[in-house]
């Protein structure tokens, strides 16, 4: 059993950066691939970004390329999500996911865990 705690959220405007963070708890986070989601307001939750069990590789939306950065610190059962240059467009509550393979899938039923959800809200 893994349980998940995300936090970093908050309200922030256009172009600014929040960076996220989700802390598992158990000892064989270095066992789950993980990744983040997001559901913006009336729309369904869409892959944000995933990395493998070992730290690489990482897997991104093209929405959000080049503007976030996945990473993970395995001694601190913790998987970051660094968001730059931020749009309206990435108003969503965020969610960190965990799966009991080496690479991280797209598909959100695929996941075995998940944490409760942080919002972001990004004014204009």
């Known amino acids: 059993q893994v349980q998940l705690v995300e936090s970093g959220g908050g309200l922030v405007q256009a172009g600014g950066s929040l960076r996220l963070s989700c802390t598992a708890s158990g000892r064989t986070f270095s066992s789950y691939a993980m990744g983040w989601f997001r559901q913006p307001p009336g729309k369904e939750r869409e892959f944000v970004a995933g990395?493998?069990?070992?730290?690489?590789?990482?897997y991104y939306a093209d929405s959000v390329k080049g503007r976030f950065t996945i990473s993970r610190d395995n001694a601190k059962n913790t998987v970051y999500l660094q968001m730059d240059s931020l749009k309206p467009e990435d108003t969503a509550v965020y969610y960190c996911?965990?799966?009991?393979?080496?690479?991280?899938?797209?598909?959100?039923?695929?996941?075995?865990?998940w944490g409760q959800g942080t919002q972001v809200t990004v004014s204009s």
């Open positions: 990395m493998s069990w070992s730290g690489g590789p990482t």
């Open positions: 996911a965990a799966v009991a393979r080496r690479f991280p899938p797209r598909r959100d039923y695929e996941y075995d865990y």
